[in-house]
């Protein structure tokens, strides 16, 4: 049934489902009548009585059906039943009050096995007829869904076993138990829980190498063994016997105390994955088995607290090894049996079972009570061969009262715990493209996202685009403070709208209103007629009502996810930006010839004027709207931010959508967030405790970084997304890079170079935390989330600009041009670069990748340098792994002139010859910063 149910591994505790349902009015006649019928459907099932069922239908029902309905739905050996009415509607043909159709759900229990149902049971009152105890009757019953196979599990006090040198293996990772008491939870099919008792090691070796390097930043060692306690165990009992050789248990007796300590360890980690909230339904703790192959180990060590191993086969990183409690990723990554069934890179695209094209959606907010009430109609459409559930990503906190498809009506929908997921279940299984329209109905608390990229949560690894400055970093003052104009952001983080299950492109209206006093910003276009004056809200326990305001908003290209922001702000201006994008251009001139570094970026303004457009736009409406003291800041960030928009839509040849809005907000720590349509930025408050030097995000000298950054993100990070989160230096990097390219335009030569010496310096000092491809979890062990910024942004940054600078300005730009064009709504990989670079420039740049992207280290050069009549003679030497790398040599004469030239130093050794044209002073290696190596001098 659960085709793929991964998140469960990581299920944590319960939280309320249904909520909201059919309000009861206990003295109404009717309602009354109502319930009755529904305790009598209950006491037929549970008395497993068919007779009983007969004699509910009414005189017209067919017996037959009804009792092939019943036979095939009601099992033998029923301990307990739970019926809830979830809908409930006047059926078709009827008076008023005289017919409905329901749809229950039922729980059925029988010993420790559960099957939930969703009946759909039309009902009618019969005319001038002896009614008896209740007076409903049944006209028709179907079955619209079903989800079986839970298992309450118990730890069996009548098995207990001594291990006998117990070797419990999986994928790197092994539980060794010389002696100790085992003991085990069973189902019919087999055993599928255990508990190892006693002084047993976990070992722990990854294979991959940067998965070592991540342990050895966590436990100080490349290959982890270390003492255990005890350990709980979950496998499919189809594997069992495969697991276990005969002579590892031996039957042992029972011994009370010893059972006590492994229930201990049973009830803490039971609950801890496959486990399924059944809210109103039943409060036990109901399991779903792993699937084969699955194998979830949680260890109790002595050093390590507790510690997760997991091999889910079903995800794209089938091993992991996490800490529950921290929230913290230790290993997550391809087994060799998966690396050869989906090759070395993954899309997370290729593992979800739908596609979401279009929201509708219609939300209110309270910011003063943080309250959201909303309705989302989502189309989708099955990219299985075969789906029966669909996964939704939701907030937990906000509970859903219905789901309903245009297709099937009402559906079946649980909530895993703590997993921010509700699972809607189909009657029937839908087949590849199968359109559907669900619309979901809710309401709940709701805080607003924090601006933080440290605690990023085990299972998904989306930390995009939500710019943050570590706390850590901002050094608090002695001045008094000004606190800063509230704000609430929802965005990628906190799941304000029903989603797949990873960011998915779609178009949207997004309907989103607020008490009168506040703005809102959202993702798309502003509609003509928005804001509009809304339905005010009546307020709980008074009389009074909140006059309301409702702004509309429509997202005519598709963007990665919806996001909206709410303060106290209002419009500061408008601005129609033309574009410097020649439609009609056939395409980049010609730059052969042009060696220096100047004569480069020269030519590069030619490049700007005459590029080939993707969408042929060529105008963006930008709006700013800004706090109340951060008005005046904001008059300015319209120019800047128009500047901003040419220069890069001239870059790439296109601007993916066609307005932004610049949302001047305040906070205490400088950064941003950048959705499609719109950017905020935060402004430190008047006067602020904090300052934010040595950080790897703050440029010195140039303010208008934050800005450049962020609008950056419409073209990479939103229009191209990337394809999971080893991916996200194509985001970070292409922002950080198109920023600095911005800081040279706006302020000249010397404030790029005053970026690049930053982007080395960073990049040089965290890359012993690992290579740029482990995405957010740089840095994530430790909870440093600078090393994260250090690689991600500014090597990546770094590495673009070395790119550049090995195959020359107009194989570059003309790569990055057409890999935006390929990659436009869509989701792009490291290796997309290289390919679109690779047919740019027609060489090679497997190793380039493969040593900045793919490793960490950090080149060390050996530089010499003589001269030679009319000529300089200069000489590279690499120990160790040859890398790529472009080097700037400055040359000064004599005569106070000066002179640069770049050497590709591609080999062990490279030599290179230039011409002089006077007597030499000084010759200097990598006088840019621009290589991001080590040099010595020979
Ligand atoms: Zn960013």
Known sequence: MFARLLCLLLALSPTPAFAGQVAVRATDPEELSLQAFLLALETSISTMDRARWIDLLSATADRDQAREFFDAMVPQGITRVVVKERDRFPLQG??????????????????????IATWQVDIRRPRGDDIGRQPWRIVTQDRLASIEGLHRLALNPEKQFAARNLVLKAVDFELRLPTGDVFVADTPEGVTALVLIGDGTMVFQPAPKEERGQLKLFAGTESLETPFTSAFVRVSPFEFEQRFKDDMLEPATLDSRQYRRGLDAFDNNITKSFVLDLSDLSRDTWSLLPQPGDFVAEVNTRRFDNVTYARSIGEAEDVTMFQRERKRNIAAYASEQKLASRGRFFDEDHLVDYDVLDYEIDASYYPDRQWMEGRTRMRLRARSHSIGVLTLRFADSLNVSSVVSDEFGRLLFLRVRNQNSVLVNLPSPVARDFPMSLTITYSGRLERQRIQDESVDVDFSDGNALESRDQRSAQPDDLPFVPSEPKWLFSNRNYWYPQNQVTDYATAKVQITVPYEYQVVSSGILDPFSPAAAAAAPVEGSTRVIPRVSYSFTTPQPVRYLAFLVSKMSRVDTA???????????????????????????????????????????????????????ENRSRDAIGTAAEILRLYAGLIGDAPYGALTLAMVEDELPGGHAPGYFAMINNPPPVTPFNYRNDPAMFQGFPEFFLAHELAHQWFGQAVGWKNYHEQWLSEGFAQYLAALFAKERRGEEAFRDVLRQFRRWAIDDSDQGPVYLGYRLGHIKGESKVFRSLVYNKGAAVLHMLRRLVGDDAFFGGLRQFYAANRFKKAGTDDLRQAMETASKRDLTRFFERWIYDNAIPRLRFSSAVEGQELVVKFEQTGDVFDIPVTVGITYVDGKTAEFIVPVTEATTETRFPLTGAVRSVEPNVDDAAVAHFERR
Do not use: C
């Open 576 to 630: 129609t930006v033309a574009l410097d994008i020649d439609v009609k251009s056939p395409g980049a001139p010609d730059m052969r010839g042009a060696h220096t570094l100047q004569e480069q970026l020269n030519r590069l303004n030619q490049i700007v004027t005459t590029a080939p457009t993707v969408g042929g736009r060529n105008t963006i409406q930008l709006s700013v709207d800004a706090n109340k003291r951060q």
């Open 94 to 115: 009827s008076l008023p009050g005289e017919g409905y159709r329901l749809v229950v759900e039922v729980f059925i229990e029988t010993g420790p096995r559960g099957r």
